[in-house]
């Protein structure tokens, strides 16, 4: 039973992507309903809900979490209750300076119903086993990063498109989405900013062109609203006249990452692209001809 206290007792929640195709027991609404009870059950009072729907444990960058956390270090809360370990987090060095350091600086208490763990127990045998739980939770999402990305290598390396964004130019066929199509109004114009490159054409000179012949930019020919319709910027002209998938190339890995836990996109080196990682569509798909490259 909680001691009596104006201080928030924090329900925290958290569903990542992969956590939803475990189906209902990890969904945020059975969370919630878990951690509701447990909390009147207990006689914790002032119950505030702190949720992230779709963020993975491996980061705590998480807009739920953070703002919790600001509520912890400014000391409004007296109590994080979570459905598990696994909700809280999935880097077990995090997880244990959190939970270890930061709460208990502030004098927060934490549990993790499923787990049995209480901090407020310290000599629980279930304690020492946190540790354990939490390199296993690490492990269950390094494990989980890794199937993701073989299959989406395997996809890459097999020509498939792993942008859901489509040129301007192309777009996605209707029988078979996951393969692109020639846009007919918009090809004409991307052929049309080549043809008025290779006459030496600059991109600023190509830009002024097509919005004096009011030809929608991309942004409006896709539909939305644009205060500029017929503005074409410079840096969206270099930008299709840079991009190889007009020659025929499916082009994938762009980006990368270092890790699970470094979430920052990276650029591909340049020659890495070149070397085995362009694939050629079928020749429907192109949009110039290979001398105008």
Same mark, same amino acid.
């Given at each position: 039973?909680?001691?009596?206290?104006?201080?928030?007792?924090?329900?925290?929640?958290?569903?990542?992507?992969?956590?939803?195709?475990?189906?209902?027991?990890?969904?945020?609404?059975?969370?919630?309903?878990?951690?509701?009870?447990?909390?009147?059950?207990?006689?914790?009072?002032?119950?505030?809900?702190?949720?992230?729907?779709?963020?993975?444990?491996?980061?705590?960058?998480?807009?739920?979490?953070? &703002?919790?956390?600001?509520?912890? @270090?400014?000391?409004?809360?007296? *109590?994080?209750?979570?459905?598990? +370990?696994?909700?809280? =987090? #999935?880097?077990?060095?995090?997880?244990?300076?959190?939970?270890?350091?930061?709460?208990?600086?502030?004098?927060?208490?934490?549990?993790?119903?499923?787990?049995?763990?209480?901090?407020?127990?310290?000599?629980?045998?279930?304690?020492?086993?946190?540790?354990?739980?939490?390199?296993?939770?690490?492990?269950?999402?390094?494990?989980?990063?890794?199937?993701?990305?073989?299959?989406?290598?395997?996809?890459?390396?097999?020509?498939?498109?792993?942008?859901?964004?489509?040129?301007?130019?192309?777009?996605?066929?209707?029988?078979?989405? &996951?393969?692109?199509?020639?846009? @007919?109004?918009?090809?004409?114009? *991307?052929?049309?900013?080549?043809? +008025?490159?290779?006459? =030496? #054409?600059?991109?600023?000179?190509?830009?002024?062109?097509?919005?004096?012949?009011?030809?929608?930019?991309?942004?409006?020919?896709?539909?939305?609203?644009?205060?500029?319709?017929?503005?074409?910027?410079?840096?969206?002209?270099?930008?299709?006249?840079?991009?190889?998938?007009?020659?025929?190339?499916?082009?994938?890995?762009?980006?990368?990452?270092?890790?699970?836990?470094?979430?920052?996109?990276?650029?591909?080196?340049?020659?890495?692209?070149?070397?085995?990682?362009?694939?050629?569509?079928?020749?429907?798909?192109?949009?110039?001809?290979?001398?105008?490259?």
């Amino acid at each position: 039973m909680s001691r009596a206290t104006d201080k928030i007792t924090a329900l925290y929640c958290r569903l990542s992507q992969e956590d939803s195709l475990d189906g209902e027991s990890n969904s945020i609404s059975n969370q919630k309903s878990i951690l509701q009870t447990f909390a009147q059950e207990h006689h914790f009072t002032n119950l505030v809900f702190f949720v992230d729907d779709g963020y993975s444990g491996t980061s705590f960058e998480r807009p739920g979490f953070q &703002k919790m956390l600001e509520a912890v @270090e400014s000391d409004q809360i007296a *109590v994080v209750i979570t459905k598990d +370990l696994s909700r809280f =987090g #999935r880097n077990s060095a995090l997880t244990g300076m959190y939970i270890n350091f930061v709460f208990a600086q502030h004098s927060v208490r934490y549990i993790a119903i499923n787990d049995n763990y209480d901090t407020i127990d310290p000599n629980s045998i279930e304690n020492d086993f946190a540790g354990i739980k939490n390199w296993f939770n690490e492990f269950y999402a390094r494990n989980t990063s890794r199937k993701i990305r073989a299959v989406i290598k395997s996809k890459g390396e097999r020509g498939e498109h792993l942008s859901s964004n489509v040129p301007y130019g192309y777009m996605k066929d209707p029988e078979h989405p &996951k393969q692109w199509v020639i846009d @007919e109004e918009a090809a004409q114009v *991307v052929q049309r900013i080549f043809s +008025l490159c290779m006459e =030496g #054409r600059g991109p600023t000179q190509i830009g002024n062109l097509l919005e004096k012949e009011r030809v929608p930019n991309p942004t409006t020919h896709q539909g939305k609203p644009s205060d500029y319709p017929y503005k074409w910027d410079t840096s969206t002209v270099v930008h299709i006249l840079e991009r190889r998938e007009y020659t025929g190339c499916t082009v994938n890995f762009k980006t990368y990452t270092n890790s699970i836990w470094d979430k920052k996109q990276r650029k591909t080196p340049e020659q890495l692209l070149r070397t085995g990682r362009l694939r050629r569509l079928r020749r429907k798909n192109v949009l110039l001809h290979q001398r105008q490259v």
